[in-house]
């Protein structure tokens, strides 16, 4: 053999160790991460400037009696402030109704939230002692609609899993004071975290006074823009084994970073409608 063959044997056996060595450091260092520094992640995940969607929400009863709404969606972030507006189409029933969310990220501020109701023509605020309560009759409550302020919680990384085939993390978000918890209206929550794109892809939430438990899923994420978006959500209210109600949430024209005029998030928008 050799002399020229030996030296490249050589050279492939570090060049293979090199390259075993920065994948073990990698693995390390990924889980290393705290589940505070992967809830930050979660949170910087990039969602856009600005969007649009139609919505199709679907309720279902526990006898499998479905009601169905239209809803077109738009929002505004530009870092500091995201706004959010929804506005109800169809059915008859909630014609007309619109809600409106702002959320600050300082932390200083407290989350702002707006429902106008067509057939009282009024507007009201939603305190923060109601977000807890359901929103449009669905399983989600008004608290779901906004983001979480990572300092309200503790987070523990209880292990690594995987969802649908892919890596994810388990964690449990545990709120600090009494009054986030009657707000959010959920004891506690295990969320499931895919290691590959930063997406909460399941979660399970106990609810706060009572012996329920609510299952979120996201059906189908697509990947629009370069964001991922759970087109397909499902959240499922349980009492043990019973089901309680179940909502599915489905996105369709879908678009990110179109401009957006200032007084489409406004309390006197919501009140002319779309």
């Known amino acids: 053999m050799s002399q020229r063959t030996n030296d490249i044997r050589r050279a492939l056996v570090r060049l293979s160790t090199w390259l075993c060595l920065l994948g073990l450091a990698a693995g390390q260092a990924q889980a290393a991460l705290t589940a ?4 930050e992640q979660v949170d910087a995940r990039p969602t856009g400037h600005s969007g649009s969607s139609d919505m199709r929400m ?52 407290e989350d702002e939230q707006w429902i106008y109701l067509p057939a009282l023509h009024k507007t009201k605020r939603i305190a923060s002692s109601d977000r807890s309560g359901s929103f449009m009759g669905s399983d989600f409550t008004y608290a779901d609609m906004t983001p979480k ?45 895919r290691q590959d794109n930063h997406v909460v892809v399941r979660a399970v939430h106990w609810v706060a006074g009572k012996p329920r438990l609510k299952y979120m899923e996201a059906k189908r994420l697509d990947q629009i823009d370069g964001i991922w978006v759970a087109t397909e959500t ?8 019973q089901l309680i109600h179940q909502t599915l949430l489905t996105l369709d024209r879908v678009q990110f970073n179109q401009p957006m005029e200032d007084d489409l998030f406004t ?6 409608g779309l």
């Open 234 to 241: 499902q959240m499922t209210t349980r009492e043990g084994k």
């Open 36 to 39: 505070r520094e992967i809830m």
């Open 149 to 193: 302020d990572l300092d309200e919680y503790d987070y523990t990384l209880l292990k690594e899993t995987e969802v649908g085939g892919k890596k994810a993390w388990l964690i449990q978000a545990v709120p600090r004071s009494r009054a986030v918890l009657e707000e959010s209206g959920y004891e506690k929550s295990v969320l499931f975290v």
């Open 58 to 109: 679907v309720l279902i009863d526990r006898d499998q009696r479905r009601r169905e709404r239209q809803i077109r969606s738009f929002f505004k972030d530009d870092g500091e402030v995201r706004q959010t507006v929804l506005f109800f189409l169809e059915p008859s029933d909630v014609k007309g109704t619109g809600f409106l969310t702002e959320s600050r990220r300082d932390g200083g501020h």
């Open 267 to 272: 309390v006197r928008r919501l009140e002319r």
